[in-house]
Structure formats: C-alpha cells, structure tokens
C-alpha cells in the first residue's frame, strides 16, 4: 500500500478532492448545512495534525473521521435536548434549479442526493444508529471500519444499523420519483392555492397527508411551526397562507420537485413534497428566517 504522507500543498489538493464526499456524508449525519460545512473542516484540521504517512487510504479515513465529528455533535445535541426533537423539525434544504429539460448532470446529482423526508427520519434515529446506517448503507462503509466509532464490534454495529434500516424503510413515504409527474401535481397545487379554490386543494392532497412548518425559534412566545394532518385540514392552512405560494416559483429541492419563496430578495420559505399516484402525501416547509438567511436562491 502507498501512504499518504506528502508535503502540504499536495495533502491539500488530495483532500479537496474528497471534499464533495465528505460534505455528504456530513449533510446526511447532521441534516444541517453549515454544520456540515463545520464538520469538513474539522475533518481538515485532524487531517494536518495526524501522522499521514500512516494512512494507507486517505478516503476511507477521511470518512471514518468526518463520522467520529458528526456522531459527537449528534450525541453532544442529545446531550443538550431536554425535550424530545419537535415533531416540526426541518432539515436544512439543497436548492438549486428546475430545468425544463433533463439535464446530465444535475440528474446525476438528483439521484445521488437524498430526501427531506428521508432526513426527517434520520434526525429521529439515535445517534449511533444514524451513524451506522449513513456510513454503511449509503456509503458503502464496512461495519469493521464503522465498529471502533462507535465503539462496538462489527456485530453490534450492523444491529445497530438493521434497526435504523427498519426505522427508515417503516417510516419514510414513498415518492414518485419522475420529476415530470411532481411537477403535475404541485402545479395543481399551487393553482388551487392561488385561484382560492379549496376543493381543488383537497383533490390533490392525499387524505392522510402530513404538513410540517419549522419557523425556528420562539419569538415573544410565540412560533408559526406547526404539524398539520389530513386533506382539508392541510387545504385550509394553505389557503392562509396563500400568499407565499403566490410569490413561489418551482425548484430542485434536495431529490425532487418544490417551492422556493422570494420576497424583497430573501428567501422566505422552502417546500419540498413527497408524491405517490399523482397526490402530495407530504409537505415539508422551512420558514425559519435564520436558517434561510443561510440559503441561496438559485438562477431562474
């Protein structure tokens, strides 16, 4: 095997190379951005500060370590929590454009990206379990690689990560996952919305469909964030707040078809959505200004 260790420019060069990977994994562990973004350069400073020329693979460390950081923020967040995770919990969104035409490689980005609904799902998995089952089962990480992280055996840590595969195959909603077929149905949606028209709503919702509004923190007291079930319940909170989808345009959010709202240059609100048979079984809305004053909108 050829070990890492290399002068520092070149050291740098070859992580940069490993930065994209890391920053997914990283996304995927943390469900936040600039966490995220925290998390690789952590990855970064460890890498400068270790003896490299005992790495013999540069990317498989790189990705154990970036999972060590992201599992201590996990468990220092479990730490902290005194209350379970609110129920409105919103990941951070991946914007970027819609195009009219299939494009290669924002294709080939789409379908390795993973959902909002999927990191609602993850955020509710005890931290261990969320990592072994990110690094395992989306990055291909053996578990004798994950198991020291952790600080099981092998045999631990693939239980560990049956139980999240469980937990995410149980509860995460099935998509459509043609692009062509979201479109249909949040265009309706948004028709509906506009035009005022309730039962149009309704008739694009499924009838068991989900709503989560993350607005952040309380303010006086007081938080928009909400958790809304059912079709006409969901249709009724729409029509309220009909004037963002009245300034929204439709964008690439994470693995599929949603709403990016501007308003004065900011971003105000970001919808994803899951659709199964042409109706909208769930929706997902961060409208959390702080947040959002960390996104950018993406080209028309």
Request: contains cysteine.
């Amino acid at each position: 095997m050829t070990s890492v260790g290399d002068d520092k420019e070149s050291l740098a060069r070859r992580f940069e190379e490993h930065r994209g990977h890391l920053g997914a994994v990283a996304y995927r562990m943390l469900g936040s951005l600039t966490e995220a973004e925290d998390a690789v350069q952590e990855t970064w400073l460890r890498l400068g500060r270790a003896d490299t020329a005992a790495i013999d693979n540069l990317g498989g460390w790189l990705t154990t370590v970036t999972g060590r950081i992201c599992l201590d923020l996990l468990r220092a967040r479990t730490t902290r929590r005194e209350q379970p995770m609110d129920e409105t919990f919103v990941p951070d969104p991946v914007i970027g454009p819609l195009t009219a035409q299939a494009d290669p490689e924002q294709e080939a980005l789409r379908a390795d990206s993973v959902g909002v609904a999927m990191l609602v799902v993850l955020e509710k998995l005890e931290p261990d379990e969320r990592l072994a089952f990110v690094l395992h089962d989306m990055f291909a990480v053996p578990f004798d690689d994950i198991a020291p992280v952790v600080e099981r055996n092998a045999a631990a840590t693939r239980q560990l990560a049956s139980r999240a595969r469980r937990r995410v195959r149980d509860t995460v909603p099935p998509s459509d996952p043609d692009l062509g077929r979201q479109k249909e149905a949040l265009d309706a949606f948004m028709a509906a919305a506009r035009g005022g028209d309730f039962e149009a709503l309704v008739a694009v919702l499924h009838p068991d469909v989900v709503l989560r509004a993350d607005a952040g923190a309380l303010v006086r007291g007081i938080t928009a964030s909400k958790i809304l079930r059912g079709a006409r319940t969901v249709a009724e909170s729409a029509l309220m707040f009909a004037r963002y989808t009245a300034a929204a345009r439709m964008v690439l959010v994470n693995d599929g078809a949603g709403l990016l709202s501007v308003v004065d240059g900011r971003i105000r609100s970001v919808m994803s959505f899951t659709v199964e048979n042409g109706r909208i079984t769930a929706v997902y809305i961060l409208a959390d200004p702080d947040r959002l004053d960390h996104l950018e909108a993406p080209g028309p």
